[in-house]
């Protein structure tokens, strides 16, 4: 069959790779979510429905996209990115960042005129209302790390292509699914699995509860 | 005086607000009254410059917006009295706590705002505005949420005030409206339908 | 602190890209990895060498495509035709025989098509194109593909034009599942079969025949046409698997005591 240490190794790529890749999706949405979402401009609407249709690609497409630049004939082939963890990261982080970045702009739309409205009654300066804005529902940010973690450990395809599922190496949690599985080993497959569900009960559990007691 | 000319306000192709001519006096209480939808809250905001009409003019003896009381006033999710204290923080303005001890709200100080029913959030909310000391006070719906004690005392209050201020709000309800108010308008659907003193503008309500 | 995190991101990025690389990148093919052999021969090659294989395990068309990218440092297929084409191309520098084995034509129990007593491939192939009977292809382009077409070749057709000829476009692992499901016959390298823990009611019924000899090359991609290659640990992998340590351990390969690849020497 398979050892455990096998299993272990697959359990400890993904937390790496998904754990960067979710730490640089969030600051980056964040900053990005507030750029756009506190600011009226032309093009706003347009990157809006953008980022919206870009939170259902399919992650095999991302891995295509990613694989095309860093692929040795690509423009980044020189940086030697090709099935390494950091490949992997990069190709889990553009999975996550529209859905964390809609989600920010989505709260911010939200909250944020009557906010403003407000503050700007009683003479707040930009930075004030802000400053305000951000570290008023502290819940949410924890919302969107989750969510933005829970589809970069589970996603197959995108890391799988990039990564080339190598083992010690690049072969994740749902890299070693898929290749236990081509092999017959069902029973791996199907126990690999359990523990990305549980994984994801936690994390389900863990945003209700921050929701809950916000 | 506050003086509006021929001043329109459209949002996204949509018109929230259509040719509306009229003075705020200053020293009296206005009335803004009308259905769900017609323009209440956003003729409010134009008149403290909270947003600008799309075309008209006005003219107003306020230079920069002041402190109003809104329909959704800011929540903070924080302690009531984080949310009495961050707006003075903001405005570096004494407070003044006789509204806040009126309502008593110094038993609810440490709870959360999530915690609080509509009626007593409403009641922070006007301790709130009250709280700094205006010559000039914009009212959105103030007795919503009220039940029957505080919103008698609500009024109790506002007559206090009203002696040497300039109050201007909206409301619902002909009873609070007919207590404390001396000049009244009536839009409908973005337009004034009515704009009168006391006497006449009841009287075409009973007639 | 969002600056921070930026630069922090670039500088990881271009961090990969400073390193010296001390490891090799194989282009290899699923038959190959799903036996574990390549896992085995990585691990002892570093062991011995401190030189750490890297093996990217896609289908065969894929592999030569991604070399020809240089995506890799060394091919490792088993499609002799593709391979001496690279070559020609001038891809890859030259084709060792690495190792053989065969393939196998896998079925259901009973046997509908009663090919189990047949002696040559073509009579084979001749009852297996009858729309009576399922036949499971991969249709992905892979060694095993292109295998089963030219067997498909020797009857002169292209392939089954019915609805019994199935095409999974997938791997030899989901192949094998359809075809216990359907139970129909399906082409399958013996190592993928004999590693196989999903058999069902599926067995071997047609082998033997010098048709399904399946030879597997490697070749070093050429360092004259991407520079980048690490071509000295290259030849000393490849040198490695057909003179030295390797090749014992590819001969000592086995699976329920079964040796699943030979050597040439």
Known sequence: ?214 | MIKLKNVDYQIDQKIILQSINLNIEQGRTTVIMGKNGSGKSTLLKLLNHIIQPTSGLIQSYLKNPIPMLFQKPLILKNTVSYNYQILQKIKKFKINTSWFDQFKLSALEDQKMNSLSGGEKQKLFLARLMSFDQSTLFLDEPNQSLDLESEKLLAKLLLLEKKNKTIILTLHDFEMAKKIGDYFIYLENGKILLQENKQQFFDHFSS | MNIIKKIFFVFVLFASALEARDYIIVQSTTSTANTGLLDLLSEKFLEETGIEVRAVTVGTGTAIANAQKGDGDILMVHAKQDELKFIEEGYGVERFDLMYNDFVIVGPKNDPANIKDENEITDVMKKLSSPSFKFISRDDNSGTHKKELSLWKMINIKTPQHASYIKTGSGMANTINIAAEMQGYVLTDRGTWIAFTNKNDLTILFEGDSALFNPYGIIAVNPNKFPHVEYEKSQQFINWLLNGKGNELIKAYAIDGQQLFFTYN
């Open chain 1, 1 to 214: 069959m398979i050892e455990l240490s096998k299993i272990l190794e697959a359990i400890s790529i993904s937390l790496h790779v998904s754990f960067v890749s979710t730490l640089f999706g969030f600051f980056l949405s964040i900053f990005f979510g507030y750029l756009i979402g506190t600011r009226e401009f032309h093009f706003k609407k347009y990157i809006i429905s953008i980022l919206g249709s870009l939170t259902s690609i399919p992650p095999v497409c991302a891995g295509l996209v990613v694989y095309l630049i860093i692929s040795r004939s690509g423009p980044l082939g020189w940086m030697q990115l090709l099935y390494t963890p950091s490949a992997m990261i990069i190709a889990q982080f553009i999975i996550i960042f529209p859905i964390m970045t809609t989600l920010i702009i989505n709260y911010i739309e939200q909250e944020y005129p009557q906010l403003r409205e407000e503050l700007l009654s009683y003479g707040a300066s930009q930075k004030d209302i802000l400053m305000l804005m951000i570290t008023n529902q502290k819940s949410i940010y924890l919302t969107i790390a989750l969510i933005g973690f829970g589809r970069a450990i589970s996603e197959y395809g995108a890391a799988a292509i990039v990564g080339g599922s190598i083992d010690h190496v690049t072969r994740n949690m749902t890299a070693m699914i898929a290749l236990e599985t081509a092999k017959g080993n069902i029973m791996v497959g199907v126990s690999l699995g359990a523990i990305l569900i549980s994984l994801s009960l936690i994390i389900s559990f863990g945003i209700n509860y921050f929701k809950k007691n916000d």
